[in-house]
């Protein structure tokens, strides 16, 4: 897969970077920092624009976040049952979309660029807690064009060596996804045990 | 005895498994990142011939000729596309690559 992807990049250019981000966006598995970053090393030798790469990465990131997004709003009530399934009852869908609302924009925001795995997740529950659209645009539009503009400038700085930085940043975005998963989890197991002692 | 909830005994095990998926990618993040700079760049189907040249600071001119292509820096088709025009696999085009990069001396 990851052949492919770099293969249409480096053969078509910027309508191949649009579309891939884009569909990766809205959550289909590709390697997109990877592309990114091979972006920023064809930046570096002159092949692309820089400013139209972060243009065109950022735009097709935000229309992919934006159907992602539309999908777990307006998906229709089969999604949000199964939604609601999955989260185990109605209730727990009110206090995520209190907390949307509360840590609605620091999500939508970290996730664009720094915790990237969950940016597709983020898109549809941010959607299906109906949380504001014009924040989670502003969130989105700013979240993506950060993240662009750093992995491109990354792959500018570390051109002669894009497989390496795309596989170490790849590695550190999941540490850091699985340290946030323990500290919630941790938390969890806190507050369980401060509830069986009283 | 105090009973033990198996929604708890989950909690624990997912814990300790973010735990350790923690520190699996960390270390193999930082084993990559030690490394990096020892290691070369391996040549992939989707590179093209001017972007092996700059991953490995070569001249370009000897990686076309390596291949028996005219040099042409503006030549941006991937490997796995020049196999195909050629009819020679990728592997073999990739082996020819790393023949000429391991002769070359470095661009200066």
């Not at chain 1, 997109?32 to 030798?45: E, M, R």
């Not at chain 1, 949000?80 to 999955?86: A, L, N």
């Not at chain 2, 009973?3 to 095990?13: G, M, N």
């Not at chain 2, 941006?76 to 696999?89: C, F, K």
């Amino acid at each position: 897969m990851s052949d492919q992807v770099l293969a249409a990049l480096a053969h078509y250019g910027a309508p191949a970077l649009f579309a891939i981000v884009a569909i990766a966006a809205v959550g289909i598995p590709l390697p997109v920092t990877l592309l990114l970053i091979v972006t920023g090393s064809l930046a570096a030798q002159r092949v692309m624009n820089v400013g139209v790469a972060i243009g065109v990465s950022s735009a097709g990131s935000v229309l992919g976040d934006q159907i992602g997004y539309a999908i777990g709003r307006w998906g229709g009530s089969a999604l949000q049952s199964r939604f609601i399934r999955m989260l185990g009852s109605p209730e727990r869908l009110r206090r995520i979309d209190d907390k949307a609302k509360a840590w609605g924009g620091a999500g939508v925001f970290f996730s664009r660029w720094l915790v990237t795995p969950l940016g597709p997740w983020i898109n549809l529950a941010s959607g299906a807690a109906r949380y504001s659209w014009i924040r989670f645009t502003v969130w989105d539009v700013l979240g993506e064009t950060l993240g662009c503009a750093l992995y491109i400038a990354l792959g500018m700085v570390f051109s002669d060596r894009v497989q390496a930085v795309g596989a170490i940043l790849g590695d550190l975005s999941w540490a850091l996804v699985a340290v946030i998963a323990a500290v919630l989890l941790g938390r969890m197991l806190f507050r369980r045990k401060s509830a069986d002692a009283t | 005895m105090r009973k033990i909830h198996y929604q708890t005994i989950a909690v624990i095990l997912a814990f300790c498994l973010s735990i350790g998926a923690a520190f699996f990618f960390g270390y193999r993040a930082s084993t990559m990142a030690r490394q990096m700079r020892r290691q070369n760049e391996p040549i992939r189907a989707w590179m093209s011939v001017p972007f092996v040249a700059h991953a490995h600071h070569a001249d370009p001119a000897i990686l076309f000729q390596a291949i028996h292509l005219p040099v042409d820096p503006h030549d941006r088709r991937p490997i796995r596309e020049i196999a195909r025009d050629e009819h020679v696999p990728p592997a073999e085009l990739i082996r020819d690559l790393q023949k000429a990069l391991d002769k070359a001396p470095p661009k200066q």
